[in-house]
């Protein structure tokens, strides 16, 4: 099965830029989409960004609309999330998720690992 691993979080100011990276450990299986979350301090993980299997459009929830991009690269497998004009409220720790075949790999009560953290400091 595909392992998924999460990285480029940092600290940056409010108004800065970040750019994550979800690498998968396997490449025999076919990722027809990415999706990314966040999980901010004391609240519960939601969905940020998730693209649409078969080509269709990339959905972004409303307060990342027009600041945050998924850009996948086929070739090493990976995806990234293309953070800007990041405010306060952005900090959390960022989780991605890869859908193979019909099924997401990560489920909602399955362990996510560590994600990677963004902090923006205002």
């Known amino acids: 099965q595909v392992q998924l691993v999460e990285s480029g979080g940092g600290v940056v100011q409010a108004g800065g830029s970040l750019r994550l990276s979800c690498a998968a450990s396997e490449t025999k299986f076919t990722i027809n989409a990415w999706g990314w979350y966040r999980q901010a301090p004391g609240k519960q993980r939601e969905w940020v960004a998730m693209?649409?299997?078969?080509?269709?459009?990339?959905h972004y929830t409303d307060s990342v609309k027009g600041r945050f991009t998924i850009i996948r690269d086929r070739t090493v497998n990976t995806a990234y999330l293309q953070m800007t004009g990041l405010k306060p409220e952005d900090t959390a720790v960022y989780y991605c998720?890869?859908?193979?075949?019909?099924?997401?790999?990560?489920?909602?009560?399955?362990?996510w690992g560590q994600g990677t953290q963004v902090t923006v400091s205002s």
């Open positions: 998720n890869a859908r193979v075949e019909n099924a997401w790999i990560r489920g909602g009560y399955d362990d």
């Open positions: 693209e649409t299997p078969g080509g269709g459009p990339t």
